[in-house]
């Protein structure tokens, strides 16, 4: 099925946003239909809303005069993307079918499916898109997992679930979107105690000194706001969330962007991401941290 396919003519109930900036991300993402989105998940059904890691397999690729190359390069940046899922979900620590897992900022749901195909467990997902949220349950339901993954319109900073409901809870490339500090204190709220935070998010490096242009051009182009990676580890100091790995990503994002920009795909931020990650004024991190 692809995300043609997904589409529906009902319009979701749409809460009223708890603030003017959250309305505009709102919008801005309910008229999000990027082919760089949706014509990757359209490989295998799995559609993401992050960025890929890992080394090109060229040997896939073949020779770019071939009249399917540009079919091989798109599942090729596909196949990135769902490693870079895979490394996540890697973090997350032991989890049972029994247990429930939070994927704040789910976008269409690529890596709830991911999860619950890995552990078998309840997925919840909660997105301020009510047309990702739709396109994310209506692909649950083709699968056969409504029962378990479900995605909601709602904040992540005020989420429906229960304190220490959750085993496991991460944000993959959502957090630029609010602030730290009250999104690591509603996550260490739904938490149990012991329970695992991983996020994967671009930040800027606080020894470039400040956000560099290339940093100021994808705030502007994703309407978001990039924290340093000082600000991700204070915060979560502050709200009980001790971190257990810190894993510098950039080198192996690096091959994905460069990939990208070669593609039909493009949307004109390829180049900031590059400059960026090559002169070290943004790093692309996985961090861990464990709820005490």
Request: charged share 25%; proline share 4%.
């Amino acid at each position: 099925m692809t995300s043609a396919e997904l589409t529906t003519d009902t319009a979701p109930f749409i809460p009223g946003p708890a603030s003017p900036y959250q309305g505009d991300i709102a919008r801005y993402w309910d008229g999000e239909a990027r082919p760089v989105n949706l014509r990757l998940g359209d490989v295998d059904g799995l559609y993401h809303h992050h960025y890929g890691i890992g080394d090109i397999d060229h040997a896939a690729l073949g020779d770019t005069g071939d009249d399917g190359y540009e079919s091989r390069l798109i599942s090729e940046l596909h196949r990135l993307e769902s490693a870079q899922a895979e490394v996540l979900l890697d973090h997350l620590g032991p989890v049972g079918r029994e247990d429930t897992l939070l994927d704040a900022g789910c976008g269409r749901g690529g890596s709830m499916v991911m999860a619950h195909q890995r552990f078998g467990c309840d997925v919840e997902g909660v997105t301020l898109s009510a047309k990702q949220a739709e396109f994310a349950n209506r692909r649950a339901l083709e699968l056969g997992i409504e029962d378990r993954v479900r995605a909601r319109v709602c904040n992540m900073l005020d989420t429906p679930l229960d304190k220490g409901q959750v085993t496991a809870s991460w944000n993959n490339e959502s957090s630029m979107y609010v602030d730290l500090e009250d999104l690591f204190a509603e996550h260490s709220r739904v938490l149990s105690v012991g329970g695992r935070y991983v996020t994967i998010t671009g930040c800027w490096n606080p020894r470039y000194g400040q956000p560099s242009k290339w940093v100021s051009e994808i705030n502007t182009h994703f309407e978001c706001n990039i924290h340093s990676r000082r600000e991700y580890l204070r915060a979560m100091a502050n709200n009980r969330l001790v971190p257990q790995a810190v894993i510098d990503l950039t080198p192996q994002t690096l091959p994905y962007w460069e990939l990208r920009a070669t593609s039909s795909l493009v949307t004109g931020i390829e180049t900031a991401f590059i400059n960026s990650y090559k002169d070290g004024s943004f790093q692309y991190l996985l961090i861990a941290a464990d709820r005490v």
